[in-house]
Structure formats: C-alpha cells, structure tokens
C-alpha cells in the first residue's frame, strides 16, 4: 500500500519529514512542510478520555500495537492528537489569522440543538489520504433526520461521512502488511467502539491537518 499524493503533501511532513517521499512544499500548493495558512471548521469533539476507557478501543489499539506494520505507525503522533480529536462537519470556514465570528442567527440555532448521540465505529481506511486510520461517526437520527447533517445544513453544508482521523503512518506498507492491515479494517469495519452523547463543538482553527498547530476558537455549547 502506497502513501498517496496528497497525503505526501499533506501529512507525511508531518510525521517523518526526512521520509525520502514526503513533499515539502510545491509551487502554488496550499501546504508548506504540511503547515497551511490558519483555517477554521466547525467540529464534533471526539472525548478522548472516554475513548481510551473503551474496551473495543483498547482491543483495537492492541491488535494495532501488534501487527506487522506497528512500528509504521506515528505513535507519538497519536499522542499529541488526544486533546484534539475530531470529526470536521464544515471546513474552512473561513481561512487567515483574522477574526471570525459565527452569523448569529445561525449561532443561536446551533445552541439550541439538543445534545447528538454518536456511535463510533471503525477501523476506516479511504481512497484519498492514504497512510491516515480513521474511526467513523455515526450520528442520531431524531424524527427521521441525520443530526449532524441537520448542524451542517445550518451553515450551507452537507456530507454523509464523518471521520476521526487517528492514526498516521510513517511509511508505505509492503504486500504482507497491507494484507495485514485490510484484515483489521474488515473485522474492524463495522465494529462499535465508543457511544457518547455530544454536548458541544467546536469553532477550530488549524494550521496542519493534523492540528498540531491548532486552536479552539469557540465551543459551542447543545441546548443551551
């Protein structure tokens, strides 16, 4: 399995920068050494400590710790990300260092939402951003509606895949990890690991796609 273009771009400088394939930087690219200019998205914030107290989630660390391709993961990465963790509902919002602020009228109509119940599943791995590990979001539907299409509907947005990106790896796999990998991922696939009730999220603003370099602009409390 080989890292792909974008992620090259986008991550790999990010966790192995002296990798032979990672690119630095292009001529008129958004991405420079995998930082960008500060971006703000509207996020559902992922609670880690609850996460790590998941038995599926250990489990899935442990097998994940243990496979061939363990030691091609950026553990350290995975690390700092904890505080972090989130599924993007609408990006760029707005893109610089300056000021934003949140139309109040749809401000108010967010708060007023009740807090969303969401079930993660995983493991995922898709077809763009090749080498990131993700876990999926999947939302309550409330009289018939996806909840977190209905937030995203209150800022002009709309997707059906929520994606907590996790892991990241430092190197591409040869056959026998690959293989080892999309045996995980499909015993994985559609497995529970975390439900938990959403009360919050977050205006975050980012300067890597990993939110290294990143900070909570504003939380945004449900039902209030």
Same mark, same amino acid.
């Given at each position: ?16 920068? #002296?990798? /032979?394939?990672?690119? /630095? ?23 880690? %400590? ?16 243990? +496979?061939?391709? @363990?030691?091609?993961?950026?553990? %350290? ?9 989130? @599924? ?7 893109? $610089?260092?300056? /000021? ?21 599943? $995983? ?21 018939? @509606? ?5 937030? #995203? ?26 293989? @080892? ?15 938990? #009730? +959403? ?6 603003? +980012? ?15 449900? $039902?209030?």
């Amino acid at each position: 399995m080989r890292l792909d273009e974008s992620y090259r771009l986008a991550h790999l400088p990010l966790v192995a920068p #002296q990798h /032979p394939d990672a690119i /630095p930087r292009r001529e008129g690219a958004f991405y420079d050494g995998g930082r960008h200019p500060r971006a703000l998205s509207l996020v559902l914030p992922i609670p880690a %400590e609850a996460l790590s107290r998941s038995p599926a989630y250990r489990e899935l660390d442990a097998e994940l710790r243990a +496979a061939p391709f @363990a030691a091609k993961i950026a553990w %350290e990465i995975v690390a700092r990300r904890r505080p972090l963790l989130h @599924a993007t509902l609408c990006g760029s919002l707005s893109l $610089g260092e300056g /000021p934003f602020e949140l139309d109040p009228v749809r401000h108010r109509e967010l708060s007023r939402l009740d807090p969303i119940e969401i079930e993660l599943r $995983g493991l995922f791995s898709g077809n763009i951003n090749v080498g990131r590990l993700y876990a999926r979001a999947y939302p309550e539907r409330r009289a018939g @509606a996806n909840m977190l299409q209905r937030v #995203q509907s209150l800022l002009g947005r709309r997707t059906d895949l929520y994606l907590v990106g996790i892991w990241n790896l430092t190197d591409h796999l040869d056959p026998p990890e690959a293989d @080892a990998l999309r045996e995980l991922i499909e015993r994985w696939w559609d497995r529970p690991i975390l439900r938990f #009730q +959403a009360d919050r999220l977050w205006l975050l603003g +980012a300067r890597d796609d990993l939110v290294l370099d990143s900070d909570i602009a504003e939380v945004i409390e449900l $039902g209030g």
